[in-house]
């Protein structure tokens, strides 16, 4: 098992506040669109319960949301996987991986430092709260379906490991796709390549394969 880094990275000279006012997405082929994905186990609106007891809340077991984070230009990602779940905010100058157990409907998920990440799930969407370098913000996002969602590349040559992350979003307009990222090589930041969905990436001259949540969300601790 293997730990991913720090989970808040900035840019070498580079600061939050400027780091969030600068955009990174970027557009890309037309594909598929957002969909719901969630997979639900629990009690439902037609449970019956005795008196006096409360029927049990829908339970999210396997899900990938993606969106915008309100007032920034960053995306963020959450996937559930079983009692797992995993947050990524990114805006391609900072980002913040976030970890932590699921509980019911509601995540309460820790980063590096003070960064947190709340929220809730239902209805299609996660809504909640992501903070982090003294600062707060909201976000709605909608669950997604492949090619949308969360990836992530590791590899080491000649002693050198190379890290790369994206969240690659359908564009809510219908036109094409949206993504963030970043990339380094022992920690040092290098230019982000754009992400293209089942194709290995040159990073810094090196090829790496990126992974969805399902390929490394049990090295993720």
């Keep these: 098992m293997s730990r991913l880094g720090p989970f808040v990275t900035l840019a070498a000279g580079a600061v939050l506040a400027a780091g969030l006012g600068v955009a990174s997405a970027t ?3 037309a594909g598929e669109t957002v969909a719901a994905a969630e997979q639900v186990t629990g009690a439902t609106a037609q449970t019956t319960s005795a008196p006096g007891e409360e029927a049990a809340k829908p339970v999210v077991v396997r899900a990938d ?26 805006d391609g100058k900072t980002e913040a991986w976030f970890i932590g157990p699921v509980d019911g409907d509601k995540v309460k998920l820790k980063g590096f430092g003070d960064a947190k990440l709340n929220a809730t799930f239902g209805g299609g969407r996660a809504e909640g709260v992501v903070a982090l370098g003294g600062k707060e913000w909201d976000f709605v996002a909608p669950t997604v379906k492949k090619p949308s969602g969360l990836y992530r590349a590791t590899r080491i040559v000649r002693g050198a490991k190379i890290k790369a992350s994206w969240i690659y979003l359908a564009n809510p307009n219908g036109d094409g796709f949206i993504q963030v990222g970043t990339a380094s090589v022992n920690d040092s930041r290098v ?25 490394f969300v049990e090295e993720m601790s």
Excluded: Q
């Design 27 to 29: 557009a890309a082929p």
């Design 191 to 215: 230019t982000t390549p754009t992400f293209t969905p089942d194709r290995p990436i040159n990073v810094n001259g090196e090829y790496v394969v990126p992974e969805d949540v399902d390929g």
């Design 65 to 90: 949301y993606a969106g915008r984070v309100e007032r920034t230009r960053a995306l963020i990602a959450v996937s559930i996987r079983g009692a797992k779940a995993i947050g990524y905010f990114c």
